[in-house]
């Protein structure tokens, strides 16, 4: 042994071999022993049991939980409770599209209820300021109106009609046509009168939703108003099929501006009212051609047979446009082929 010993001291070479395979040996050792060692941690983890602990929530907790608002509308009597109330007020103000969606199938004290507490927290103002928003309605902000509704924004959904934003113009026409809010009228009537701002078609088709109340209106502004504003009146009235009083239509039919002298023979042959033709006779000989093509026009609307002799006289009109205008009044009276072709 001790020759061994002797031989490997001797020899440098495999001695540090010898320590080099101990060290690799005693490297494994301790390797596999922390293998083992986490293993046996892993395994006991697992196998740690699970305690479940009951959750406890009383009746009115889970119904908040679980229940949408609108069946806690339909569940909740004739009183708003403080709880539902509350709830509202965290959806808001998009929990108008709950209330909207029950609030015929409620009971009238809840209704009032409801209505109280939409006007006192501002929500139709809110919901309208988020119109941009992916929840927002225009249906909902509209039954919404007529539930509480809310005259501050009147001015601002007129506004909204200025907006170089055709899709603007286009949700404030549906949000003014919709609420047909007689009050609306006034701003309507001044929007009206600012053409370079508003377009006088989307206001002419807001005031034909509401009906009668804007004909009366408009009728009412036509001796106080001039020029082209005037005009644009007289438009509007030519769409609005309602029944109306067509005295101060009639005298704009002595303006000195041939295009509200024009306007006015329009509306009066959309009215199709029975004395037209007769008022209308002057019209046949004015010095604006524009004005004899609209006689021409509303002539044939009016579909009266005592005006074929203004209308046959206007087939012989020197401007091509009136007689052809008077061509189609023929046609539109069904007389026969003989006046229709008239050159």
Not at 43 to 64: C, F, G, T, W
Not at 84 to 108: M, Q
Request: with cysteine; aromatic share 6%; hydrophobic share 45%.
């Amino acid at each position: 042994m001790s020759n061994f010993l002797m031989f490997i001291s001797n020899n440098k070479y495999l001695l540090l071999t010898a320590i080099f395979v101990i060290i690799i040996i005693m490297v494994l050792l301790r390797y596999r022993r922390n293998a083992t060692f986490n293993c046996g941690k892993v395994e006991q983890k697992e196998y740690v049991p699970r305690v479940m602990v009951p959750i406890s929530l009383d009746e009115n907790a889970m119904s908040k939980k679980i229940l949408p608002l609108r069946e806690r509308l339909l569940n909740c009597g004739d009183r708003l409770s403080i709880d539902i109330k509350n709830l509202i007020d965290e959806r808001a103000p998009f929990s108008l599209n709950d209330i909207v969606a029950v609030y015929n199938r409620v009971s009238s004290s809840l209704q009032f209820a409801l209505c109280t507490h939409i006007a006192n927290g501002q929500f139709l103002q809110s919901y309208f300021d988020r119109r941009d928003q992916g929840e927002f309605s225009a249906e909902t902000l509209i039954a919404a109106y007529h539930i509480s509704p809310d005259e501050n924004l009147l001015s601002q959904f007129v506004e909204l009609l200025a907006s170089r934003d055709e899709a603007s113009q286009m949700l404030a026409t549906r949000l003014l046509s919709g609420i047909h809010d007689n009050k609306s009228m006034t701003y309507l009537a001044l929007a009206l009168a600012q053409p370079h701002r508003f377009v006088p078609a989307r206001i002419a088709e807001i005031l034909a939703s509401i009906g009668e109340p804007a004909a009366k209106l408009l009728t009412r502004l036509l001796p106080e108003i001039y020029g082209d504003s005037r005009r644009r009146v007289l438009e509007a009235l030519a769409i609005i099929k309602v029944s109306y009083d067509i005295d101060n239509v009639v005298l704009c039919l002595q303006d000195s501006d041939a295009t509200v002298r024009a306007a006015a023979i329009a509306t009066l042959g959309e009215r199709g009212c029975g004395n037209a033709t007769q008022l209308l006779r002057a019209a046949v000989t004015d010095e604006v051609w524009q004005v004899r093509a609209a006689t021409a026009k509303a002539l044939g609307k009016i579909g009266d047979k005592s005006a074929l002799p203004l209308i046959r006289q206007l087939t012989q009109d020197d401007q091509w446009w009136v007689s052809a205008n008077a061509k189609e009044a023929l046609k539109l009276l069904h007389t026969d082929g003989a006046d229709a072709d008239v050159n």
